[in-house]
């Protein structure tokens, strides 16, 4: 009996046919394990646990089975992959590679190599026949001309009658060497453009530096202007940087830019007596409330502190513990009566003196100074502000207008008037009217 027909036969086993199975039971050995059990009892219990493992066989094996498929499939795929990988990690061939490639088959061909391709035709004198060319020959040489990235003729070998062809290797070499080396044009450095304003090698001017002040509003940002547009000739100060832009190459007259106060810029001139300065632009305050604490002289009073300390000294003068000597307070009524004798005028020079605010040698103004500082600025107002900050007037005058006086002389004949809203103007004889004798530097 077959096994298969044995395992049919376990499939639907039971004990009433046991005996049937075990006369044809190829392995008696399966039941005659127990002692002392009939042979019936034996066969159907090992009938029983054939047809248990027949009918139901072992989960490893299903495992077994579908693991051997997936190492199957995961091969195939991996297999398919390396292949591809493989593929694109070869190298490509250059133009020039290619070049020489094709330049040693053709040697080979004319060193009596058997080639791969068909030889070129030969041609022979005197035969009217055409040649017809190889056409996996054709197709090779074209291939090599059309790969050549290089703009250049395309040229035919030339061939002897053997066939062979006369371009060497090191011919071709050079050829695309040489193309190689005229399509590659040189790089040349870039350097970035320096950020930033650049700075004149010119000197500056006076009149340049009354536009930039007048222009930026603040002083420190004419400070800034300036250090920016041009190179200082000196440094100078202690704990305050002072920077000197010669006007001439002697440093006779100077443009000083300093941080105090919050940014200054002046004018120098060595002619000048100490102290004297032509102020074009300032951020400086405090000195008003420093006199008045600290009693300090001041030789350049700008003009808004000029303004403050008289309303300050018109309070005290009147008050009972006032910060006054009893001195000054005589000074200054002796004044008063005086202005009161006088058509609309109120010394300032003489009040700032009396109060210590402004030294008796402190500069004055003159007629040279207030022509120079005039001629540098483009209107009137630039001019007044200058010499307002610059020099204390010696007194305010006038009823509907108001003038700011400079007595050039001690008997008040020669004077600069600065006409509010007018123009600064140069009276030859101010205390007679009939005879003056004006000139406005402005027109």
């Not at 632009?281 to 001041?298: E, L, P, W």
């Not at 001195?327 to 005028?345: F, I, V």
């Amino acid at each position: 009996m077959k096994e298969k027909e044995i395992r049919s036969l376990l499939h639907h086993a039971d004990e009433d046919i046991a005996m049937q199975i075990a006369e044809r039971w190829p392995y008696p050995d399966k039941w005659t394990h127990t002692a002392g059990s009939s042979t019936e009892h034996n066969v159907a219990e090992s009938v029983s646990e054939v047809a248990v493992t027949v009918q139901h066989p072992p989960v490893w094996r299903y495992a077994a089975t579908f693991a051997a498929v997936l190492l199957l499939i995961g091969g195939s795929i991996g297999g398919i992959m390396l292949m591809q990988s493989m593929r694109r990690s070869e190298p490509v061939p250059s133009a020039e590679e290619q070049c020489l490639a094709s330049s040693e088959e053709q040697s080979d061909a004319s060193s009596g190599s058997e080639p791969d391709t068909m030889p070129l035709p030969v041609i022979v004198p005197g035969k009217d026949e055409e040649p017809v060319e190889s056409v996996e020959a054709t197709a090779e040489i074209n291939i090599n001309a059309e790969t050549m990235p290089f703009s250049q003729e395309k040229t035919e070998p030339n061939t002897d009658a053997a066939g062979s062809s006369d371009v060497s290797a090191a011919s071709l070499e050079t050829d695309a060497t040489a193309s190689v080396k005229e399509t590659t044009a040189p790089t040349e450095a870039v350097t970035e453009a320096p950020t930033g304003p650049a700075k004149t090698a010119e000197r500056i001017t006076l009149a340049e530096a009354v536009r930039i002040c007048s222009e930026s509003g603040e002083a420190w940002r004419a400070c800034e202007t300036i250090r920016d547009r041009y190179e200082p000739d000196a440094h100078d100060g202690s704990g305050i940087d002072y920077q000197m832009f010669y006007l001439d190459d002697a440093g006779n007259e100077m443009i000083t830019v300093s941080s105090n106060g919050g940014g200054e810029v002046y004018y120098r001139n060595r002619s000048m007596g100490d102290g004297e300065r032509w102020l074009l632009a300032s951020n400086r305050s405090g000195f008003a409330d420093d006199f008045v604490k600290y009693r300090s002289t001041v030789y350049d009073l700008q003009w808004r502190e000029t303004t403050q300390l008289l309303h300050w000294v018109d309070n005290e003068l009147n008050k009972p513990d006032s910060a006054l000597s009893d001195e000054q307070k005589a000074q200054l009524r002796s004044l008063a009566e005086e202005e009161s004798s006088l058509w609309t005028t109120h010394y300032i020079r003489r009040r700032m003196e009396i109060i210590g605010a402004l030294s008796p040698d402190a500069a004055h103004l003159t007629y040279d100074k207030a022509e120079k500082i005039c001629s540098a600025c483009e209107t009137p107002e630039q001019a007044m502000e200058i010499i307002l900050n610059s020099y204390v007037p010696g007194y305010d005058w006038g009823s509907g207008m108001t003038y700011y006086n400079y007595s050039l002389d001690a008997e008040g004949k020669a004077t600069i008037s600065l006409v509010v809203g007018s123009s600064v103007i140069y009276w030859e004889n101010f205390a007679d009217p009939g005879n003056r004798n004006m000139r406005d530097f402005f027109q």
